[in-house]
């Protein structure tokens, strides 16, 4: 028999989360069925999305229900194994969510190759968030040499990666991201061509000073001010790929101030900016081999750099999730469970 300890919602927030609205409990699993798995879990991913899993309000994925675990990609160690895909000790990427254990079906998870990468990179760099910043900014962002592209929450996996895959087809790369030591990161070990702050007074003229040539790209991570002090600089033809608005996830009302939509209608307007949102899901079906294979190589030569953020403790997810929401991870988040 085997026990896991998992975390449930416990309330659904309003507003910030807080760790009242999780509880932490065990449970017995039942053996596994023919054609199932049981699993360990190693490490456990954190991303933002689950703050609208937590919520009841309409999306594109449904939301966790009252007392049900908290949904998250893992990385996960087979401990027995009623399929012939997988053996006992194979290590996989799975969907198993916040918990110690959990059985599920064999073709629900893909084996991993250890020797390849450091496991825990499938879910960052390797992985979903990897993918998000390859695909979007590749299938919409279409950056092209001498471009100028502009990526907020810069020294995370979607925003480090966005701005790295830039230079890489030649663009100037502008990462924004919160506090000295990100910004540090961000432009001296990411290498982009200039990195801001945006908790700073003077933001949007610091901004205004780093695109003398206006932007092309606004991979927009964020929403909030800094999507305000954006918007008044692209150029003609810009691209906007809308990834994430997480300045705006713990919202429980709408935004104090003016109503900026009609300036911001006007910029599309008047600019022929392209404004097009996704999920990184709907492209894995086209992009996914070809991510895995540019994302090794840039890896492997250097060209792509990246940062983890590792919390030890299953026990400490909530407060570690909770922090990612106010900035306080540097890198991508992951909890090593196992
Ligand atoms: P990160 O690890 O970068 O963490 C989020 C970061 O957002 C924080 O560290 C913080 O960085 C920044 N942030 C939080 N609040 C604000 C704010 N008000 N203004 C500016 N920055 C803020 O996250 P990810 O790289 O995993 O995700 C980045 C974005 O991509 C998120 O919006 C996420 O929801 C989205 N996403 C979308 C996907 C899709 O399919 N569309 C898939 C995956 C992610 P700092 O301290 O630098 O401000």
Do not use: C, H
């Given at each position: 028999m085997v026990e896991s300890t998992r975390i449930v919602l416990a309330s659904r927030p309003v507003?910030?989360?807080?760790?009242?609205?999780?509880?932490?409990?065990?449970?017995?699993l039942p053996p596994p069925a023919e054609g199932e798995v049981?699993?360990?879990?190693?490490?456990?991913?954190?991303?933002?999305?689950?703050?609208?899993?937590?919520?009841?309000?309409?999306?594109?994925?449904?939301?966790?229900?009252?007392?049900?675990?908290?949904?998250?990609?893992?990385?996960a160690e087979v401990?027995?194994?009623?399929?012939?895909?997988?053996?006992?000790?194979?290590?996989?990427?799975?969907?198993s969510g916040w918990q110690s254990h959990q059985v599920v079906p064999a073709g629900a998870v893909r084996k991993l190759d250890p020797d390849k990468a450091p496991i825990s990179t499938a879910l960052g760099v390797l992985g979903m968030p990897g993918f998000t910043a390859y695909s979007g900014l590749l299938k919409i962002g279409q950056p092209k040499a001498g471009e100028t592209l502009v990526v907020a929450a810069a020294s995370g996996p979607v925003g480090s990666a966005v701005g790295q895959i830039a230079r890489i087809k030649g663009a100037r790369a502008i990462g924004i991201a919160g506090g000295p030591d990100k910004v540090a990161y961000v432009r001296d070990d990411l290498g982009f061509d200039a990195a801001i702050d945006h908790r700073a007074p003077d933001f949007a003229d610091q901004l205004r000073a780093a695109?003398?040539?206006?932007?092309?790209?606004?991979?927009?991570?964020?929403?909030?001010?800094?999507?305000?002090?954006?918007?008044p600089l692209l150029n003609t033809y810009a691209r906007v790929p809308v990834c994430?608005?997480?300045?705006?996830?713990?919202?429980?009302?709408?935004?104090?101030?003016?109503?900026?939509?009609?300036?911001?209608?006007?910029?599309?307007?008047?600019?022929?900016?392209?404004?097009?949102?996704?999920?990184?899901?709907?492209?894995?079906?086209?992009?996914?081999?070809?991510?895995?294979?540019?994302?090794?190589?840039?890896?492997?030569?250097?060209?792509?750099?990246?940062?983890?953020?590792?919390?030890?403790?299953?026990?400490?997810?909530?407060?570690?999730?909770?922090?990612?929401?106010?900035?306080?991870?540097?890198?991508?988040l992951v909890v090593r469970v196992g």
């Open positions: 507003g910030a989360p807080t760790p009242a609205n999780f509880r932490i409990e065990t449970v017995e049981v699993l360990r879990t190693l490490y456990l991913s954190l991303d933002p999305y689950m703050r609208g899993r937590m919520s009841a309000a309409e999306s594109y994925a449904s939301p966790v229900e009252i007392d049900e675990v908290m949904v998250a990609g893992t990385v401990l027995e194994s009623r399929d012939p895909s997988l053996a006992e000790g194979d290590v996989v990427l799975a969907y695109v003398p040539d206006g932007i092309d790209i606004y991979f927009e991570n964020v929403g909030g001010a800094v999507a305000d002090a954006v918007y994430g608005l997480i300045a705006n996830y713990n919202a429980a009302d709408v935004p104090e101030g003016p109503d900026r939509l009609p300036a911001f209608y006007s910029r599309i307007l008047t600019k022929s900016v392209t404004v097009r949102g996704f999920i990184q899901s709907e492209f894995v079906k086209e992009m996914y081999k070809d991510f895995l294979r540019d994302m090794s190589g840039w890896i492997a030569d250097g060209s792509v750099r990246y940062r983890e953020d590792i919390v030890e403790g299953l026990e400490n997810a909530p407060e570690a999730f909770i922090g990612l929401l106010e900035g306080r991870n540097f890198g991508k």
